[in-house]
């Protein structure tokens, strides 16, 4: 098992992982309006499937929300 952080919490994962299968382990809702960081830079939605995790990543799961007046 390989330790990772995501959103702040320390997860053990087994390795390889792709981004897309974080996305899946974590049961993230509405997986196509949600972006990710991975060590603080932006992946781009196309690379998700191609993006593969390594121990000691930290992985933050982002969600735009409009609102207002």
């Known amino acids: 098992m390989s330790k990772i952080k ?3 919490e320390l997860q ?3 390795l390889p992982l792709t981004v897309t299968g974080l ?3 974590n049961n993230v809702l509405q997986p196509d309006m949600v972006s990710v960081q991975l060590n603080g830079e932006f992946v781009e939605r196309g690379e998700f499937d191609a993006t593969e995790l ?3 990543d930290e992985v ?3 969600y735009f ?3 207002g007046c």
Request: a negative charge; hydrophobic letters at 40%.
């Open 12 to 14: 053990e994962v087994t």
């Open 23 to 25: 996305i899946q382990l």
């Open 54 to 56: 390594k121990e000691g």
């Open 6 to 8: 995501v959103n702040d």
């Open 60 to 62: 933050d799961f982002l």
């Open 65 to 67: 929300m409009g609102g």
